[in-house]
């Protein structure tokens, strides 16, 4: 194989440009969702189909392999290789057409299964399959791997909905379909009884779609095989009418295993239900908030399509109890804890679990003996599992707690036995995601060497120079080899927290209800995403390619790293990258021979103390930041983006207001108001307004007149041990006042969430500090009506993270407004947005959800309790802003 250079510009001089032998983008590449750690030699992202076939050329002159990655959501290691990756999310992510009269779609291989669902649904269409990766897993991708969904029962696997494909076989392949046809007209018999047997064996290749009887499909033949025989420059997919109504039952059982036992006999009685689901009662109880279920330890989720059905599921079930859901947002939620079942159950045992031993599959008939025996290897092997999935299929997805401490021998081990195992069951190793390196070499296990012989004469026909994803199928890569997890890690709680990321890819859905993962929705690169940034610090911390947290991939990969904190509730495996971030940002800037720190850590990252120094000439101050050399010369100083207004000084801060130099009443009130930095300096009507409101409501409410900084911008910029310093000063000031019994509130959400958040993972201390609608539902005030009230809220990022901002939802529909609520970030979020070299992001990240939400509602109250956001409004929409509080005592004046 050739150098990278070599490669470089043998790709280049085809005229592929996009080609990058990085550190950074060979690190974030390295690992896909699987326990796999590979390192490509360069990665390549196709601009047209036609590159395809010149990076084929590439390949057969440098010899280097060809692995295909659509959203990097592979758990068993089919999209990483050591020659090229490519990568077609970036540029081949197309709906070429929809012909509604056909029902069909062609699309490039990088499509996104959400965005083709949207090109359909003005037709009443849909894309069959739905995986749990849905809204970012590829077209592309689910083709690889014959990827199947919960609703397979009723649209069947991706093959059964692949109408054609035009694909380029691997270098020196001649005369594929007459060959392929005569490979199998000689083992016709063999062909027939041991493959196809039942709907979910997809391990290996699916030779029966060769068949005559099965109109010898190439097309369909092609699907599932994992890149290893070709790539595919476009795909025709038929589309299903959606214009449907479906209704879920719920059904609770003893245990998973008993859900799986009543699987036959509602098969049986309802043939026609769409999805059957099994769901282990370990994943729901990580779900704050989850709705009601039946009784039980186990589920099913059942879907029909038509109410009449409904009896009869609840007839045949055999369940503790069973719950009716219709489709609406509670089926919608209950759906979402399914399709976020990999990650959930990531880390839903006491040892962090991992993919490996992830989708076997047996005849549904079997589902429950299947279950027992597992169980049993479980314990025979000291290891635990959580067990869900497509039960009406007999496919089960698991995440077991392996230990790696022997370099993978137990693994090895486990997954052999589990093997031998499923062949008593007449199981496949895999029911939809494919052999990749965790299942290939137990192929051995699962079939007869007269199949293995098929596969390997299948790989010479259509890939004779095997140079499309070698190791995956036919000569396979040991199961034990390039084992991610049985890498030696250093001996810091950092290297355990970066590895809770298994690479599931929630963070790279190009669209988002919710923060996560704002910077990589700007930008739409790896290096961007929540994903992208761990598997760079899982390199930095044990890995070759990144030297140490000091390295400079490393901070390529987290400088735009908003710090919103979205990942922390969005990210189904618990990644905490604001956290991460924090800590390698200390581990750089801090200690013996520490790099200097930039100019805007010094400032931005300790503002606080410049507000509280600059509080008795605030008014001058402001007056000198309107003159355009001062300002420039300041921002200049500080690292600011010239672009960047400096937000204003409070001409008095809340306490001198309130206070001056009276000191404190000597009373108890009804509720203490945190006199936060950022209230205090800069937005003190907030408190006012609060103060206001709540006395209109018969609620006596006081500052606090301490200082008590919660440390969050010295934080962001990894000046932990100050931050630790000012958050212990704090909690020891603000304790007297929780513990008092009177109810203390915080106004300025990314403060209150650093205390929710950060001051107990740092200083061990948790302060019931409440949000202003907490309060006001804990005190259960009248509200005013806002009737005919339109709001547009942006959440702060921290609130809608760690806060939670149903109360202030709740309150304003209960008060009668109308509201929409913007999903994602400002795009500010702190220093980031201030700082020289992010402002394009900054503005880019506003305009994915907050300022089209603003442009469409013009005229709207637009509520904003945070700072960034506000400031980050002002700058760019030039609209005004409220705080809830400012925004119900407004009605006061009415």
């Known amino acids: 194989m050739s150098s990278a250079p070599d490669l470089v510009a043998a790709l280049r001089r085809r005229g592929v440009s996009d080609v990058d032998d990085s550190t950074l983008t060979r690190a974030l590449y390295s690992s896909d969702a699987s326990l796999y750690r590979v390192v490509p030699q360069v990665v390549v992202r196709p601009r047209h189909a036609d590159e395809l076939d010149a990076i084929l050329d590439a390949s057969a002159e440098t010899g280097a392999p060809v692995t295909m990655r659509g959203a990097g959501t592979s758990i068993a290691g089919n999209a990483v290789g050591t020659g090229i990756v490519v990568d077609t999310l970036r540029h081949l992510n197309g709906v070429v057409s929809v012909d509604p009269e056909e029902r069909t779609a062609v699309v490039q291989p990088g499509v996104v299964h959400a965005d083709l669902q949207r090109a359909a649904a003005p037709h009443g269409l849909r894309f069959g399959p739905d995986p749990s990766t849905h809204t970012r897993c590829t077209?592309?991708?689910?083709?690889?791997?014959?990827?199947?969904?919960?609703?397979?029962?009723?649209?069947?696997?991706?093959?059964?909905?692949?109408?054609?494909?035009?694909?380029?076989?691997?270098?020196?392949?001649?005369?594929?379909?007459?060959?392929?046809?005569?490979?199998?007209?000689?083992?016709?018999?063999?062909?027939?009884?041991?493959?196809?047997?039942?709907?979910?064996?997809?391990?290996?290749?699916?030779l029966e779609h060769l068949l005559p009887e099965n109109g010898r499909s190439v097309d369909r033949f092609l699907v599932g095989s994992e890149g290893t025989l070709a790539l595919v420059r476009s795909a025709t997919v038929r589309l299903v009418d959606d214009r449907v109504e479906r209704h879920l039952v719920v059904l609770g059982y003893p245990s998973m295993i008993d859900a799986a036992d009543a699987v036959p006999a509602l098969l049986a009685a309802v043939p026609t239900m769409t999805a059957c689901e099994g769901l282990d009662s370990r994943i729901v109880d990580l779900v704050p908030g989850a709705p009601e279920l039946p009784r039980g330890a186990g589920w099913l989720f059942v879907e029909v399509l038509d109410a009449a059905l409904v009896p009869a599921v609840i007839a045949a079930s055999g369940a503790l109890g069973h719950r009716v859901v219709g489709d609406g947002p509670e089926a919608a939620a209950l759906w979402?804890?399914?399709?976020?079942?990999?990650?959930?159950?990531?880390?839903?045992?006491?040892?962090?679990?991992?993919?490996?031993?992830?989708?076997?599959?047996?005849?549904?008939?079997?589902?429950?003996?299947?279950?027992?025996?597992?169980?049993?290897?479980?314990?025979?092997?000291?290891?635990?599992?959580?067990?869900?999935?497509?039960?009406?299929?007999?496919?089960?997805?698991?995440?077991?707690?392996?230990?790696?401490?022997?370099?993978?021998?137990?693994?090895?081990?486990?997954?052999?036995?589990?093997?031998?195992?499923?062949?008593?069951?007449?199981?496949?190793?895999?029911?939809?995601?494919?052999?990749?390196?965790?299942?290939?070499?137990?192929?051995?296990?699962?079939?007869?060497?007269?199949?293995?012989?098929?596969?390997?004469?299948?790989?010479?026909?259509?890939?004779?120079?095997?140079?499309?994803?070698?190791?995956n199928i036919v000569d396979p890569a040991p199961l034990d080899a390039d084992l991610r997890p049985a890498r030696p890690r250093p001996a810091i709680p950092l290297a355990a927290e970066v590895h809770r990321c298994t690479g599931v890819g929630k963070c790279v859905?190009?669209?988002?209800?919710?923060?996560?993962?704002?910077?990589?929705?700007?930008?739409?690169?790896?290096?961007?995403?929540?994903?992208?940034?761990?598997?760079?610090?899982?390199?930095a911390l044990d890995g070759e390619l990144v030297h140490g947290l000091a390295d400079p991939a490393v901070h390529e990969a987290l400088d735009l790293c908003l710090s919103c904190k979205g990942c922390a509730s969005d990210c189904p495996?618990?990644?905490?990258?604001?956290?991460?971030?924090a800590e390698a940002l200390h581990a750089t800037y801090s200690g013996p021979g520490a790099k200097r720190r930039p100019r805007s850590h010094y400032l931005l990252g300790r503002l606080p103390t410049w507000a509280r120094r600059a509080a008795p000439v605030a008014p001058l101050a402001n007056r000198m930041m309107r003159l355009g050399p001062v300002a420039r010369l300041a921002k200049a100083t500080a690292g600011i983006d010239q672009r960047r207004s400096i937000p204003s000084f409070a001409p008095r801060t809340l306490r001198r207001t309130l206070y001056g130099s009276r000191?404190?009443?000597?009373?108890?009130?009804?509720?203490?108001?945190?006199?936060?930095?950022?209230?205090?300096?800069?937005?003190?009507?907030?408190?006012?307004?609060?103060?206001?409101?709540?006395?209109?409501?018969?609620?006596?409410?006081?500052?606090?007149?301490?200082?008590?900084?919660?440390?969050?911008?010295?934080?962001?910029?990894?000046?932990?041990?100050?931050?630790?310093?000012?958050?212990?000063?704090?909690?020891?000031?603000?304790?007297?006042?929780?513990?008092?019994?009177?109810?203390?509130?915080?106004?300025?959400?990314?403060?209150?969430?650093?205390?929710?958040?950060?001051?107990?993972?740092?200083?061990?201390?948790?302060?019931?500090?409440l949000t202003f609608a907490e309060l006001l539902e804990r005190l259960d005030v009248p509200l005013p009506s806002l009737a005919g009230v339109e709001v547009v809220a942006q959440p702060h990022c921290h609130h809608a993270s760690i806060l939670g901002w149903a109360a202030d939802k709740r309150l304003l529909e209960r008060a009668g407004a109308t509201v929409t609520q913007v999903a994602g970030c400002c795009g500010l979020a702190g220093n980031f947005g201030m700082e020289k070299g992010h402002y394009e992001v900054s503005v880019a990240v506003a305009e994915t959800h907050l300022m089209p939400?603003?442009?469409?509602?013009?005229?709207?109250?637009?509520?904003?309790?945070?700072?960034?956001?506000?400031?980050?409004?002002?700058?760019?929409?030039?609209?005004?802003?409220m705080h809830l509080a400012e925004l119900l005592a407004s009605t006061l004046d009415a």
């Open 139 to 206: 077209i592309g991708g689910m083709i690889g791997n014959n990827a199947c969904g919960s609703r397979a029962l009723g649209y069947g696997r991706t093959v059964d909905n692949v109408v054609g494909l035009d694909v380029a076989y691997g270098p020196g392949a001649v005369d594929v379909e007459s060959r392929l046809g005569a490979l199998v007209d000689g083992h016709l018999a063999h062909v027939r009884t041991s493959f196809g047997r039942f709907s979910r064996q997809v391990s290996g290749y699916s």
């Open 336 to 471: 979402r804890i399914r399709e976020d079942g990999a990650g959930l159950a990531a880390r839903s045992l006491s040892r962090p679990a991992y993919s490996g031993w992830e989708d076997a599959a047996v005849p549904p008939e079997r589902l429950g003996a299947w279950l027992r025996d597992f169980d049993e290897l479980l314990k025979e092997h000291g290891l635990d599992g959580v067990p869900y999935g497509h039960f009406g299929d007999g496919c089960v997805h698991v995440r077991i707690d392996f230990e790696f401490a022997d370099g993978g021998g137990a693994f090895r081990e486990f997954l052999t036995a589990c093997a031998v195992k499923l062949k008593e069951h007449g199981g496949s190793l895999s029911g939809e995601h494919g052999d990749g390196r965790a299942r290939s070499e137990l192929l051995a296990t699962m079939y007869d060497e007269e199949s293995l012989g098929l596969f390997r004469a299948v790989k010479d026909i259509c890939d004779p120079r095997n140079l499309l994803n070698p190791g």
């Open 509 to 539: 859905a190009p669209r988002t209800a919710g923060v996560m993962c704002p910077s990589y929705l700007a930008t739409r690169e790896e290096k961007d995403s929540t994903r992208g940034r761990s598997r760079v610090l899982q390199e």
């Open 573 to 581: 495996t618990g990644v905490d990258m604001a956290t991460y971030k």
């Open 663 to 769: 000191g404190v009443p000597d009373v108890v009130p009804d509720v203490w108001i945190w006199a936060d930095s950022f209230t205090d300096h800069f937005f003190p009507a907030s408190a006012l307004a609060a103060i206001r409101y709540l006395e209109s409501v018969g609620v006596t409410a006081r500052v606090i007149a301490d200082d008590a900084c919660c440390g969050l911008t010295w934080v962001t910029t990894g000046q932990l041990d100050e931050a630790r310093a000012i958050m212990t000063r704090t909690v020891r000031t603000l304790r007297p006042y929780v513990e008092s019994g009177v109810p203390v509130v915080g106004l300025e959400p990314s403060c209150l969430a650093t205390l929710r958040s950060d001051v107990p993972e740092m200083v061990g201390e948790r302060l019931d500090v």
């Open 853 to 881: 939400a603003v442009r469409a509602h013009p005229g709207a109250v637009v509520l904003a309790d945070g700072m960034s956001c506000r400031v980050q409004l002002d700058d760019l929409a030039q609209v005004p802003t």
